[in-house]
């Protein structure tokens, strides 16, 4: 049962276009969503987040949208560098269930230079 | 670098076989959790430690087991090891133990099951 979904598998954006990853999820008690990006041989690190009362948080060239009623939250990346490529992935967590994420599969994002 | 270690890097072991995978929380982090990514998958949560004490609990098989020493270093113990384990283990931490508190994750633990 896959509660958060990231349905594209990889993206290739030309550097200083906009790269735009999407999420979906299927769990309504889900009210913090969070944005994380993996090099290679590294750890998952923290990007971006937003919580289900907002709709935008923005922070320098990443922004995340919300969209409550479509269970769908995006990010966006303007302008993209080549070292923006990396896995990105999707994560959502409730109140409820404490501090326990809930991860997509991730897309594998190539900003060509 | 975040800050959380992980050891070993990569272990390869055989089914059947039993490993013990460690992990070193941030300097005061509280809070230890541990994830399993499969292939092509997301990182699944198995189980998180606040202080010592089991604070959650994820879909971790009756094989594995963990804990959390005073030191607050944690262990994840795999046993009866079948192919299906062979996965990357992240060890993440954070402050606290509520919502919203960022984690921080270490490099991970490439474990091969032949």
């Known amino acids: 049962d896959q509660q958060v979904k990231q349905n594209s598998p990889s993206l290739s954006v030309q550097e200083g276009r906009i790269s735009i990853l999407n999420c979906d999820y299927t769990n309504s008690m889900f009210d913090y969503f969070l944005w994380y990006k993996k090099y290679p041989a590294e750890g998952p690190t923290f990007l971006i987040s937003i919580s289900s009362i907002k709709d935008k948080n923005e922070d320098g060239r990443f922004t995340v949208f919300l969209n409550k009623s479509a269970k769908h939250l995006s990010l966006h990346i303007v302008p993209s560098q080549p070292g923006d490529s990396a896995v990105y992935f999707c994560?959502?967590?409730?109140?409820?269930?404490?501090?326990?994420?809930?991860f997509g599969a991730g897309t594998i994002l190539r900003v060509k230079s | 670098d975040s800050g959380v270690t992980q050891t070993p890097k990569h272990l390869i072991t055989a089914t059947g076989q039993r490993v013990t995978l460690r992990c070193s929380p941030r300097?005061?982090?509280?809070?230890v959790y541990w994830y399993q990514q499969s292939l092509d998958q997301g990182l699944q949560f198995l189980i998180q430690?606040?202080?010592?004490?089991?604070?959650a609990k994820g879909n971790i098989l009756e094989r594995f087991s963990a804990q959390q020493f005073p030191d607050l270093h944690s262990e994840l113990n795999l046993s009866s090891l079948e192919l299906g384990d062979s996965a990357l283990y992240f060890c993440a931490s954070s402050v606290g133990a509520g919502a919203y508190t960022e984690q921080f994750f270490g490099p991970g633990t490439r474990l091969t099951v032949l």
């Open positions: 430690y606040y202080n010592g004490e089991e604070r």
């Open positions: 994560a959502a967590s409730a109140i409820a269930g404490g501090n326990k994420l809930v």
């Open positions: 300097s005061g982090d509280l809070s």
